[in-house]
């Protein structure tokens, strides 16, 4: 930013890719709230299915299943990767 780079959904979305790799869903959801706020733009399929896999990878599958339900709120039909991550 101090170099006058505003960040795009891309930015966003490998910040909470990085986020899901390490475990972290809390990080992950503050990177999307940002991108909520920052770009005033709401979550795609890929974006959802990151928030399921970190979640899942912090060993937190209530909290993927929120998400998987999110996702299908949303209007977005989820892969099988995104059902076995929840299991």
């Given at each position: 930013?101090?170099?006058?780079?505003?960040?795009?959904?891309?930015?966003?979305?490998?910040?909470?890719?990085?986020?899901?790799?390490?475990?972290l869903?809390?990080?992950?959801?503050?990177?999307?709230?940002?991108?909520r706020?920052?770009?005033?733009?709401?979550?795609?399929?890929?974006?959802?299915?990151?928030?399921i896999?970190a979640?899942?990878?912090?060993?937190?599958?209530?909290?993927?299943?929120?998400w998987?339900?999110?996702?299908?709120d949303?209007?977005?039909?989820?892969?099988?990767?995104?059902?076995?991550?929840?299991?």
């Amino acid at each position: 930013r101090r170099a006058g780079v505003k960040p795009n959904t891309r930015t966003f979305g490998k910040l909470m890719e990085a986020a899901a790799k390490a475990g972290l869903p809390d990080v992950a959801e503050a990177w999307l709230e940002r991108a909520r706020v920052e770009l005033g733009i709401a979550p795609d399929a890929v974006w959802h299915a990151t928030l399921i896999d970190a979640c899942a990878k912090a060993g937190e599958p209530a909290r993927a299943g929120a998400w998987l339900q999110a996702m299908s709120d949303a209007g977005f039909a989820p892969k099988v990767t995104c059902y076995t991550a929840v299991v």
